[in-house]
């Protein structure tokens, strides 16, 4: 009974899928990125900035993050004013850092 097909559906013959061959027919070309340049194109002395202020950044997130949830959580007031003073110098140093080179 279900395994007969129905009058109605198409042979597999007759259906057209070559409408959706052509990639024409679907939108406009999709634009290629151009290469990025190597890395050995900055100067090592940049190269070296960049590196320090990502590490000196990620520290001082972690610790202002941390000293927040020291105060917050556990009522530990020194020790996470402490880790938030931390990260705030930190970020202060990190933008120091990032000025100068900026100037320069």
Do not use: C
């Amino acid at each position: 009974m279900f395994d007969e097909p129905a009058d109605e559906e198409p042979e597999e013959e007759e259906l057209d899928f070559d409408v959706l061959d052509s990639e024409s027919t679907l939108g406009p070309e999709i634009p290629q990125a151009p290469e990025p340049p190597p890395a050995s194109e900055a100067s090592e002395e940049l190269q070296k900035m960049f590196w320090s202020v990502v590490v000196l950044l990620n520290i001082a997130i972690l610790a202002a993050s941390l000293g927040v949830m020291y105060v917050v959580f556990r009522g530990r007031l020194q020790f996470g004013g402490g880790l938030v003073l931390i990260g705030l110098l930190g970020g202060l140093h990190a933008y120091r850092i990032y000025r100068r080179w900026e100037y320069e």
